[in-house]
Nanobody, 124 residues
């Protein structure tokens, strides 16, 4: 059983940056593909970015391309989401998720393990 704990959320102004972290335990982190999802009030949860088990392949939603960067440090069992040029539309609860596979998965239902989420609020 993999446990995921997100951190790094907060209240920032438009244009600011934040780095989210997701620490994993309970499994061999290096065999899991990881994803960052977000859910804004009244909206469905959506994939923001995903990364393959070795970090070779990544995926980004169109809305965050060029602003967000996903990365991982398998030695530290941690995946990161660097968020730059934040916008009010980025306001949401951000979740990390894991699935034991080699590739990049983009469907919420494909992920087996989820964190509790961290709130990101961007003021205008």
């Amino acid at each position: 059983q993999v446990q995921l704990i997100e951190s790094g959320g907060g209240l920032v102004q438009a244009g600011d940056s934040l780095r989210l972290s997701c620490a994993a335990s309970g499994g061999i982190f290096g065999v899991y593909a990881m994803g960052w999802f977000r859910q804004a009030p009244g909206k469905e949860r959506e994939l923001v970015a995903a990364i393959s088990w070795r970090g070779v392949s990544t995926y980004y939603a169109d809305s965050v391309k060029g602003r967000f960067t996903i990365s991982r440090n398998n030695a530290k069992n941690t995946v990161y989401l660097q968020m730059n040029s934040l916008k009010p539309d980025d306001t949401a609860v951000y979740y990390c998720a894991a699935v034991r596979t080699t590739g990049v998965l983009t469907t919420e239902g494909d992920y087996d393990y989820w964190g509790q989420g961290t709130q990101v609020t961007v003021s205008s």
